[in-house]
């Protein structure tokens, strides 16, 4: 299997918008002969205010769901970050969590900026200091405690970030996306976000190298039972009706999850999206898989 098959595409988010995404949704990127593991102690708890506050951005990530156009959800960032994010909003955070959100509002501006044309060198831009960022508090901290949330999402910057790096840093960073995922489930089995982010990795990654279909869906199934927010069970079913999808014999099925989280956030663009090359007979995941295009999706189901 060459590089190029090894670098497999994906929209994080967890992140839904065709993402590193991403890629992860998002790129999950796996190399079987390198592996990066990080010594932690147990986690420690976020605040509550730091809590609320990561539940606060999920809901909106789910909200700008409804966007179709990518500068009306890039500048609903901006007043969200006015209004929630700024210095004085989180002066009492600390380090860490004033980081987790960080790394939040990065991938989701990340998102958006990927689907506007020209932002290449901002975009790698951002995403490689945000990753510097969280290495060097890995470093500073290697040995105190780490929160989920902080792997999580620095798996998900480094997700996007790897496209755009050397080959020599692919194959020192590929496994740590997995390794991150991994070790917030450790604190939290019943973590949907971490769940529905290696759900993915399993998914795209060749099976001599880890991955694991039936993995996959057992991740998909606990990030439903294990979702605790509206957004959390949002993105928790979307994945999973997409995985159900590829099987023909549980299609309704799939339809029945799409059909629960649209109603979580009716009317949204994403699911309407979704909708569309579900209806030209692919999931989210062979779309992105196989590189397919708008132009494609129309084609198959007749619109050009």
Request: glycine share 4%.
């Amino acid at each position: 299997m060459t590089l190029q098959n090894l670098l497999v595409l994906f929209a994080k988010i967890k992140y839904p918008f065709d993402m590193c995404v991403k890629h992860t949704g998002v790129f999950f990127v796996l190399f079987f002969s390198f592996i990066l593991a990080v010594h932690v102690s147990a986690a420690e708890n976020l605040s509550h205010q730091a809590e609320n506050a990561i539940d606060l951005f999920m809901t909106l990530r789910m909200n700008l769901a409804v966007y179709e156009k990518p500068e009306d959800a890039l500048l609903q960032i901006d007043t969200y970050h006015d209004k929630h994010l700024s210095e004085n909003m989180i002066s009492g955070f600390t380090g860490e969590e004033k980081l987790i959100l960080e790394n939040f509002e990065v991938l989701e501006r990340y998102n958006y900026l990927y689907k506007m044309q020209g932002n290449e060198s901002q975009i790698k831009t951002l995403l490689q200091s945000q990753n510097e960022k969280n290495e060097t508090w890995f470093t500073s901290h290697k040995d105190e405690v780490i929160n989920k949330w902080l792997y999580c999402t620095e798996a998900d910057i480094l997700s996007c970030s790897l496209s755009y790096a050397s080959v020599t840093k692919i194959l020192h960073d590929g496994l740590a996306v997995k390794t991150y995922y991994e070790k917030a489930l450790e604190q939290d089995p019943s973590m949907s976000y971490a769940l529905t982010n290696i759900a993915q990795w399993y998914y795209y990654a060749p099976s001599f190298g880890g991955g694991s279909k039936s993995k996959a869906k057992k991740c998909f199934d606990l990030a439903v039972h294990g979702a605790r927010t509206e957004a959390e069970m949002y993105y928790a079913k979307i994945f999973l009706s997409q995985y159900l999808f590829e099987d023909e014999l549980k299609r309704t099925e799939s339809a029945a999850l799409l059909a629960d989280a649209d109603s979580i956030q009716p009317g949204g663009h994403y699911i309407k999206w979704l909708r569309k090359i579900n209806k030209a007979g692919y999931s989210l995941y062979y779309y992105n898989s196989h590189k397919l295009s708008p132009a494609d999706i129309d084609k198959a189901i007749g619109m050009i």
